[in-house]
């Protein structure tokens, strides 16, 4: 698995106190240790946000073909004034691209939305296993990672045996999963085979219902030990689990909040009773990667 290192991100100020470690990933990049994620972000207040987020402190930008906001995000990066060889933005490939010279095509379109020449980091967003083409999806991103249009590649919500089939397929192992995970969606099971891999777990609405987390007597309880939020306390066991999780936040105030979880640490009962809160029904809108399709 990749290395927890000090990353070379700059001081974020109020709230923020450190620099955002990193990881390395299986293919020598690194990864920031917390991102920021973008969804539904659109706009002039989207880029107004986004542009916020940058200045915080986030230098992982999280976006994709189906949030229809690539264009904002490349605006937002420009204007920032942020150096761009420190930011890694992400976006996905949705389902009706997966067919092999669609998804080159896809590939070259993102990077023309968002005006950059290279996408630091290109995900497959969904397997859509009834459909059956991620193979062929993910040959195509391993030949844009050649051809030097993406720099790191992955996949988001592929289970076990999709992960078994590409790596199968074309001898090439995603540097990263980004899976929903959360307290009540602790994905344990997938954090063992990703670990086994070394594929990096990224989690997508990492707080899950924020509301009904926020108010669990087992988060409020280390919250108040801690002296901090209850959201920075899941994002803290985000973190000790070893995944990157993609807050979402409009807000400059709830944008350093999210940041601020590096100068303390949780008990690794605390880290254990957190992820006891896993629920069978814990899905939140009970996408199922085995059977879901995203076009």
């Known amino acids: 698995m990749g290395r927890f290192q000090c990353g070379s991100g700059p001081e974020a100020g109020g709230n ?36 916020s987020a940058l200045h915080t402190g986030y230098r992982l930008i999280d976006s994709a073909v189906n949030y229809e906001n690539e264009g904002a995000v490349g605006e937002a990066v420009r204007r920032s004034g942020v150096p761009r060889e420190e930011i890694v933005i992400t976006s996905k490939l949705p389902g009706r691209h997966h067919g092999y010279a669609d998804a080159t095509a896809a590939v070259r379109e993102s990077a023309y939305r968002l005006g950059v020449e290279q996408i630091d980091l ?61 307290p009540y969606f602790p994905q344990v099971a997938q954090r063992a085979s990703h670990a086994e891999l070394g594929v990096r777990t990224e989690s997508w609405s990492p707080l899950g219902r924020a509301g009904e987390v926020f108010a669990d007597p087992v988060i409020t309880a280390i919250a108040s030990a801690h002296g901090r939020t209850p959201s920075q306390v899941v994002l803290r ?12 936040a409009a807000s400059a105030e709830r944008q350093a ?17 957190i992820t006891a809160l896993g629920r069978p029904d814990g899905r939140l809108f009970g996408a199922d990667p085995a059977s879901h399709e995203e076009m």
């Open 237 to 248: 066991w985000q973190v000790q689990l070893g995944s990157v999780p993609l807050p979402k």
């Open 257 to 273: 909040e999210n940041l601020a979880v590096f100068d303390f640490e949780l008990a690794d009962d605390e880290v254990a009773a």
């Open 122 to 182: 290109y995900l497959i967003h969904w397997p859509n296993p009834i459909t059956g083409r991620y193979v062929e999806a993910w040959q195509a991103l391993v030949d844009a990672q050649s051809a030097g249009v993406l720099r790191t590649i992955g996949v988001s919500n592929f289970l076990p045996e999709h992960l078994d089939a590409i790596i199968a397929a074309t001898g090439v192992t995603p540097a990263v999963n980004q899976v929903e995970l959360h």
């Open 16 to 51: 923020v106190r450190g620099m955002i470690p990193s990881y390395e990933l299986n293919d020598g990049t690194t990864l920031p240790a917390i991102g920021f994620g973008t969804y539904p972000l659109r706009g002039a207040d989207g880029v107004e946000s986004l542009i």
